[in-house]
């Protein structure tokens, strides 16, 4: 069964930084594009960042010029660096690969950025 585990998130000040991780072990994660998402209190499930099999990435409008995603197709993991951090950017985070019509998600992280 394949499972995505979440990590890194936590409690930060507004303007700090956390990576956020994505590890896939079950996977053959080379063949997957991957994806990070985020829920915010009362509101939908958003796209956030995404990365192609071949790395070419997506970025929402509200994170451009301060988030990155990257992956290590051989650790079999997906990263969310995240910068210059925001109120606004408190959410839970979750992390999903799609291939095709086959779609896998995290449990999610939560990530909190305090005023």
């Known amino acids: 069964q394949v499972q995505l585990v979440e990590s890194g998130g936590g409690l930060v000040q507004a303007g700090g930084s956390l990576r956020l991780s994505c590890a896939a072990p079950?996977?053959?994660?080379?063949?997957?594009?991957m994806a990070w998402y985020r829920q915010a209190p009362g509101k939908e499930r958003d796209l956030v960042a995404s990365i192609s099999r071949d790395g070419s990435t997506k970025y929402a409008d509200a994170v451009k010029g301060r988030f990155t995603i990257s992956r290590d197709n051989a650790k079999r993991v997906v990263y969310l660096q995240m910068n210059s951090l925001k109120p606004e950017d408190t959410a839970i985070y979750y992390c999903?690969?799609?291939?095709?019509?086959?779609?896998?998600w995290g449990q999610g992280t939560l990530v909190t950025v305090s005023s």
């Open positions: 999903k690969a799609e291939l095709w019509n086959t779609q896998y």
């Open positions: 079950g996977l053959t994660f080379g063949h997957y594009a």
